[in-house]
C-alpha cells in the first residue's frame, strides 16, 4: 500500500496527514515551522509510515519554501499543490468546516487525483539565480516607487522642468539633478527631493551590481540561451530560476503547459479552435512573451514564423500564441544538459 503525506503549510506551524490509495485518513501530526520540526515530522512519517512516497504540499512558496528543502534534503518526493485545486476535494468530503486537518487531508486527495502535479526540485544554481532576480526586481519597485515621488516634488519645485522617460535611471542625470537643487532651491521640498535622489542612486547602484552578477552566472550555467535570439541576461536567468531542473518535466509538451504557452482547445466537434492559455508560472511565461515580441521586431526566423501564421488567418494574439508555444519547445531543448550551443539551432522557428 503507498501512502501520501498531504501538508497544510502555515508561517508558524505545518500540519501533516497521512491518507492512503482511496484518501482514507490513516494518521496526522502538527509540527512547528522550524528546522527541528521539519525533522521531527520527517521521522514520525519514516517511522509510523514507511509506505508514504509522496510529500504533496500546498504550494505557497513564502511559506513552504524552507519545508520543502528539508524534505528533498532527507530525500522525499514532494509535489506542490495548487490551493485552487483542494476547493473540490474539500467540498466533496463527507467532514463539514475547515481546519489544518481537513486542509492537509484535501492537499492529499487533490494530489491523488492530479497525479502530473509539478515536482518542487531546485539545484543551488537555479535557486541562487532566482534569490537574485527576485532581490533585483524587489529593488527595482521600490525605485520606482521613489521616482514616481521624485517627479512630483520637482514638478513642485520647477513646472517647466523636463525629464524624459527612464531618465532616472541613469547616474549622471541624477547628479545632475542634485547639483541643481543645490544651487536653486532651498526649503523642506527641496530637502526631500534631494533624499529622495540620494536613495535613487544608492539603488541604481545595486541593482546594476545585481544585474553584472546575475549576468556572470547565467554565462556560466546556461550560455546556450543568450544564443537564443531577443534572450538576454535577466531573461535567462528568469528562465533558469523559474524552471529549476528541466528534468523533472516529462516533455517539452509538459514544459509548455507548465509556462502557460501551451494552446487550450475552444471549441468542440468538427472546427478546432484554441485560445491563449491564462494558466501556468507566469513569471515563466512573461519571459517567453519578451522572447516572442523580441524576435517579432528583429529580422529572422521567429519575426517570419509570424508573419506566416498571420499570412493563414491568425489574429495577432492567435500567431504570438503560437510562436511562444515553439520558443517554449526551443527554449526547453537548450536547458537540456549537455546541449550543443549553435545559433541555427536556437532559432524559434526550426
Partial sequence: MVLTVGVDVHKDTHTAVVADEVGRQRGQRTCRATDAGHRALVRWVRREYPEARVWAVEDCRHVSTRLERALLAAGQRVVRVPP???????????????????????????????????????????????????????????????????????????PELDIPARALDRLVLLDRLTAELEEHHRGMLARLAGELLADIRERTQRIQALEREIAGRVHQVAPQLLELPGCGALTAAKIVGETARPGRFRSEACFAMHAGAAPIPASSGKTHRHRLARGGNRQLNAALHRIAVTQIRLDGLGRAYYQRRRGTGNTTMEALRALKRRLARTVFTLLQPHHPASPDAHAAAA
Fill in 84 to 158: 485552487k485545486l483542494m476547493s473540490g476535494a474539500r467540498s466533496s468530503a463527507r467532514t463539514r468546516g475547515k481546519s489544518d486537518p481537513i486542509d492537509a487531508l484535501a492537499i492529499a486527495r487533490a494530489a491523488l487525483r492530479e497525479p502530473e502535479l509539478p515536482v518542487a526540485e531546485h539545484d543551488e544554481s537555479s535557486r541562487e539565480l532566482k534569490l537574485l532576480v527576485d532581490r533585483r526586481e524587489d529593488l527595482v519597485n521600490e525605485r520606482t516607487r521613489m521616482q514616481n515621488r521624485l517627479r512630483w516634488h520637482l514638478h513642485e519645485l520647477d
